[in-house]
C-alpha cells in the first residue's frame, strides 16, 4: 500500500539538539471489512541506519480516530525517538471499542488491529517479528481496546497498558454507542459479559504479560480500573497500577502516556535480554 503523506518533524530535546521523527500516514487494507483504513506510523530518527524496532501500537478514545494522538499530545514523536521505537497510532472508529461486533459485520477492528494492522505494518517496516516486540496500549475507549486485545491475542502482544479505560463497560450501558456494537445490555446481556475486559481475566496466567494500568482519582472510570486493579491482585497477575489526581481529559493523557511508553521501553529490554 503507498504512504500517501510523509512530514518530518523536528523535536526540540531539552539540550537544545533536534531529533528528525519521521510520521507517515499511511493506507492500510482491511480484508475482513473490505476497507482502507488511514494509520499513523512514527519512526525514530535511527530508522534508515537500524535493524529492527519494537513497536508499541497506540489506540485512541471513543469519537476520536488516527490522527488523535500526534495530534493532540504532539510529545507522542519525541517518545519513539528517544525510546528507539516505531509507534502506530491506529484507527478504531468513531465507536467500535476495538470488537469484532457480534450485531454489526461492518465493525470487525479486533480482527484488524490485531491481526491486519500488525501484518501489514510487519511487512512495510523494520520491526520485531514477535509478541516480545509488540506493546499495546490507548485511552478511554482505547484503553479497552488495548487490554481486550492484548488479554485475547497473547501471541501478538506481550505488553499492554490501558490510560483512563474502560476496563468494564456493564455500568454503562447507554453511553458511547456500545450498544450499537453489542446489542443492549437489556436484550444482549451476554454480549456485554462476555466483552468487558474485568471478565476476561481467566485469560491470564501470572507473568504472561506486561500490564500498566493508569487512571486519574477524579475520572468517571476511576472505580471500575480500581475493580480491576483489585481483582488482579487477587488473581495474582502482576501489574503497575497509577493513579494521581487527574480528570479523562488531554492533560491527563499527555502525561500518562511518557509513562506508559517507558514501561513498553522496559519490558522490550528484557525480552530482548532473556533470548
Known sequence: MRLFCTLFCLVLLGSGHALAVK?????????????TIKAVVMTPDSYTTGSEFPVVYLLHGYSGNYSDW??????????????????????????SWYFDSPVDPTFKYETYVANELVAWVDSHYKTVKSRQGRAITGLSMGGHGALYLAFRHQDVFGAAGSMSGGVDIRPFPNNWDMAKRLGTYAQSPENWEKNTVINLLHLLTPGALALFVDCGTEDFFFK????????????????????????????????????????MRQYFDRAAAAK
Open 23 to 35: 510520521v507517515d500516514t499511511v493506507d492500510t487494507y482491511s480484508s475482513s471489512m473490505k476497507k
Open 70 to 95: 500526534p495530534k493532540k499530545a504532539p510529545g507522542v514523536g519525541r517518545l519513539a525517538d528517544t525510546q528507539q521505537i516505531i509507534i502506530v497510532c491506529a484507527d478504531g472508529n468513531f465507536g
Open 224 to 263: 471500575v480500573n480500581n475493580n480491576l486493579h483489585e481483582k488482579l491482585l487477587e488473581r495474582n497477575i502482576a501489574h503497575d497500577y497509577t493513579t494521581r489526581p487527574g480528570g479523562h481529559n488531554w492533560v491527563y493523557w499527555n502525561t500518562a502516556i511518557t509513562y506508559q511508553i517507558l514501561f
